[in-house]
């Protein structure tokens, strides 16, 4: 079956450094990847989007890379900051579908 | 900016009562969804729906029924609330882009359902 594999563990980091979460899938061959942001107690919230034909798409200090071989995007934040603390989910589906499968999330927390 | 809102963000109902929970957009959008997330398991889709009176099951149907009757509001209904249904319950929205396309989903804050 379709799995999505987050890492479970909390990622703690220094301010100012940059933060690297890792999405990998299996048994699937997705047309689009998305990350999202959720803070405790609130609903997800949309960052970027990158299609199976884009290698790398960048949004202030935000970076995602999808890479369809090895199965896995990576999303990076540069200059990380205490704000930027929070869960990040990825989330997989297909052009044509309405079905996205989501991640569990990765927790992130920036120390100042 | 879009709007997504949930009748209730915390809800406490018995073993087998009937539960309604509301959604509402204002954007316009097609599309309305309905998951649950649980610690550990992610979002997982319960329905979806993709225009008025239309509807599609999603991964875990089971004990749940949906009503869209205008296309701004979504309704989940728990027929016989039941322990396991306990739950953070999200609702979601987005357009249909030309030919299909996906575009991004925005969401209601949550609704936090206990069922004792």
């Known amino acids: 079956s379709q799995k999505i594999e987050q890492n479970s563990e909390a990622l703690n980091i220094q301010e100012g450094k940059t933060a690297t979460l890792t999405c990998n899938y299996t048994?699937?061959?997705?047309?689009?990847l998305q990350w999202y942001r959720q803070d405790p107690g609130r609903g997800p919230v949309f960052l970027l989007l990158i299609r199976e034909n884009e290698k790398e798409k960048r949004k202030e200090r935000l970076k995602v890379t999808f890479d369809t071989t090895l199965k896995q995007s990576l999303f990076h934040i540069t200059a990380s900051q205490p704000a930027d603390s929070a869960t990040y989910l990825c989330a997989l589906g297909n052009t044509g579908g309405f079905k996205t499968i989501f991640g569990a999330g990765t927790r992130l927390f920036v120390k100042a | 900016d879009v709007k997504v809102t949930q009748s209730s963000r915390y809800l406490v109902k018995r073993t087998g009562e009937k539960v309604f929970l509301e959604c509402v957009q204002d954007?316009?959008?097609?599309?309305m969804f309905w998951y649950r997330q649980d610690p550990g398991l992610g979002l997982r889709l319960i329905y979806f729906s993709y225009d008025v009176k239309m509807k599609e099951k999603g991964d875990i149907p089971e004990g749940y029924s949906v009503s869209r009757e205008k296309k701004e509001r979504f309704s989940l209904i728990l027929e016989s609330a039941s322990t396991n249904q306990t739950s953070m319950y999200l609702c979601?929205?987005?357009?249909?882009?030309?030919?299909?396309?996906?575009?991004?989903?925005?969401f209601g804050p949550g609704t936090r359902l206990t069922v004792t």
């Open positions: 979601a929205s987005s357009i249909t882009g030309q030919g299909r396309a996906i575009h991004e989903q925005y």
């Open positions: 954007m316009d959008h097609e599309n």
């Open positions: 048994n699937y061959s997705p047309a689009y």
